[in-house]
């Protein structure tokens, strides 16, 4: 072979079947061949196993895929580029024309914003209500056809906590699909309830370490083969190096994520404790108002803290050292996002009333620094300058 075409037809290395790579190799290829014609038509007709083209699927993907379904407790997984592909294209996926979404105040801003602006042009209606409206929402229920009600538990960011006992009740009762975000409770929590499809940002807790992004819808198999085509149609997939940290980000999980609920509890503690600090959402607090349903449906509390400040909490975020100013959130470092940052405009008054954020509002990610070293830096942020009361 002349220099052009060989390195184009590398030679073959492989690996034999008693002598496998530990860790899995990427499989860094858009394309997969067949030896035959037949060979490829007959998997392309899902008559026997294998791969073709990566948005279609891919094995490194794959694995990812049966990893993430595993953890929450679910047979079938479809990964997406980000975690807002993932909750809306499963939306634009499960609705038509004239179905009725069951939304909330207090979700993540872009989900609003897919179901009232983008959804409504293709007259797909909805009522938002709060998520601690349990009654307002077996009324809803009961009141109007529904195709979806899309939440989260616990809310991003006033950390309240979701009935999901009654809520997937009468979800049933009345033949509407339940949709959770549970980025925030993670893959380990909420797989006992009747939930239809769980959505996933793995850009959080899942990679870790702040540096990818990406997303998993899980759910039965039926419903994620039902939305399938539609997805490699939308065309948002993972890439296979992506999924490959986010399979190696997985391997610590479990740590992590202990280690972060830990912290964050004795942070909630510490801080509901010092004057400066008017209030302390945290579920893992027995001041917390859903706090026994929290106990009752969490294997722990999470890793998010939300307080309010006597002031605008800007000052405060600029005074701490270890805790950057920034957004997202379930890495290994600790992160605070001050209410000015998240601000509501979509809302109205009564439904900002709700959503409860307000220039004094400070959302802590709780990282798994060293404990002694996090509550330090709390207390030299709120003690210095203008924090007190
Ligand atoms: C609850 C929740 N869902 C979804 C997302 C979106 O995730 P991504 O940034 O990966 O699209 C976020 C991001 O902050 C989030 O907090």
Redo the contacts with the bound molecule.
């Keep these: 072979m002349k220099p052009p075409t060989r390195v184009n037809h590398p030679p073959a290395v492989d690996v034999p079947a008693d002598n496998r790579p530990l860790v899995a190799p990427i499989y860094q290829s858009v394309k997969f061949t067949f030896d035959s014609v037949a060979e490829s038509e007959r998997e392309s007709r899902g008559q026997r196993d294998g791969f073709q083209y990566s948005r279609v699927a891919n094995p490194t993907l794959r694995q990812l895929e049966l990893t993430v379904a595993e953890l929450q407790g679910r047979d079938a997984c479809l990964l997406t580029s980000?975690?807002?592909?993932a909750?809306n294209l499963t939306m634009l996926s499960l609705c038509k024309q004239g179905d009725h979404v069951l939304m909330f105040a207090e979700m993540?801003q872009?989900?609003r914003y897919m179901i009232r602006r983008i959804l409504s042009r293709y007259g797909i209606a909805h009522t938002m209500l709060s998520i601690e409206d349990v009654e307002g929402i077996e009324r809803t229920l009961a009141a109007r056809a529904t195709r979806l009600i899309m939440f989260?538990s616990p809310t991003?960011p006033m950390v309240k906590v979701a009935a999901l006992e009654r809520m997937t009740a009468a979800a049933r009762a009345h033949g509407a699909l339940t949709l959770l975000?549970n980025?925030?409770a993670g893959f380990h929590n909420h797989g006992q309830f009747d939930i239809d499809i769980y959505?996933h940002?793995?850009?959080?807790y899942a990679s870790g370490h702040g540096d990818v992004?990406?997303?998993a819808v899980i759910a039965r198999r039926e419903l994620i083969d039902a939305m399938r085509t539609d997805f490699i149609i939308f065309g948002a997939t993972l890439d296979p190096h992506t999924a490959f940290l986010i399979q190696r980000g997985l391997k610590t999980y479990p740590l992590r994520y202990e280690r972060q609920c830990q912290n964050a509890m004795k942070i909630a503690q510490f801080l509901e404790a010092q004057p400066q600090v008017a209030h302390v959402s945290y579920p893992g607090l027995p001041s917390h108002p859903q706090h026994a349903l929290a106990a009752g449906q969490m294997h722990e509390f999470g890793a998010m803290v939300t307080i309010e400040l006597h002031e605008d909490a800007a000052r405060f975020s600029e005074a701490l050292q270890l805790f950057a100013i920034s957004?997202?959130?379930g890495s290994t470092e600790s992160l605070v996002w001050p209410g000015r940052l998240i601000n509501p405009r979509d809302l109205t008054a009564e439904e900002r009333q709700w959503a409860g954020v307000s220039e004094r509002t400070a959302r802590l990610s709780i990282g798994i620094e060293d404990i002694d070293d996090l509550i330090a830096d709390l207390q030299q942020a709120l003690t210095s300058g203008t924090a007190t009361q």
């Design positions: 980000s975690g807002v592909a909750t993540y872009p989900t989260e991003n975000d980025t925030f959505a940002s793995l850009t959080k992004m990406g997303g957004a997202s959130l």
